[in-house]
C-alpha cells in the first residue's frame, strides 16, 4: 500500500475554491498520474496541503511549512498537483528543496489526467483577474455606503 500525499497550487485551492475533486476523483480511479498504483491495491492518502504561497526568489524551502504536515506521517510519494505543474514557476526550485530533504520521497510531477495546459491557464487568469465581471471591493462598499462618487480608473 503506498501512503501518498498531494500538493495543490493555493491560487485555485485557496482563491478560486477547488476542493481538489477532480484529484481525489481521477485518484479513486486510477487515472492520470494514478495508474501507476495498481487498481487492486489500497492507497492511503495521508493528507492534502496547498501552496505556503509565494516563496520569492530566495527561499523556496517555505514549502516546508505545508510538507512537514504530511511527511510527519511516513509518506512514500508526494504529487504535485495538476495546477501546480500547469500553474508554478517554483516548480523546479520545490522539486530541488523537498527531493534534498527527503531523498527517499518520490516526487510525482501531476495528479488528474492533464487538461490542455494553455486552456486551463487561460480560465485561471480569468478567475483571478476578472473581466468580463469586475468583482466587488470594500473600497465599493464603503463608496456606497458614504455615497462618494465612483472613481475614475475602474480596473
Ligand atoms: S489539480 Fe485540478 S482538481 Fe486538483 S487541486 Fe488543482 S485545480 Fe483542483
Ligand atoms: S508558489 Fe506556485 S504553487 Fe504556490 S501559490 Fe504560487 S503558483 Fe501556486
Known sequence: ????????????????????????????K?????????KEEPLDLIGIINCAGCPTLVAPEKIFRRVHAVT???????HFSFCMTALCP?????????????????????????????KFQEGVKELLCPTIC???????????TLKLP????RR
Do not use: W
Not at 6 to 23: G, W
Not at 30 to 38: D, S
Not at 72 to 78: R, T
Not at 137 to 143: E, K, P, Q, V
Open 30 to 38: 486510477r487515472r492520470g498520474f494514478f495508474e501507476r498504483y495498481p
Open 150 to 153: 465612483e472613481p475614475q480608473d
Open 72 to 78: 510527519e506521517f511516513k509518506l512514500d510519494a508526494l
Open 1 to 28: 500500500m503506498a501512503r501518498i500525499g498531494i500538493l495543490t497550487c493555493s491560487n485555485c485551492t485557496q482563491e478560486s475554491n477547488c476542493a481538489s475533486v477532480v484529484c481525489l476523483g481521477d485518484m479513486r
Open 134 to 144: 469586475r468583482p466587488q471591493t470594500m473600497n465599493d462598499s464603503i463608496r456606497g
Open 90 to 118: 517554483f516548480l523546479a526550485q520545490y522539486q530541488k528543496v523537498i527531493s534534498a530533504e527527503y531523498p527517499t520521497l518520490e516526487i510525482v510531477p501531476g495528479t488528474h489526467r492533464p487538461i490542455e495546459k494553455s
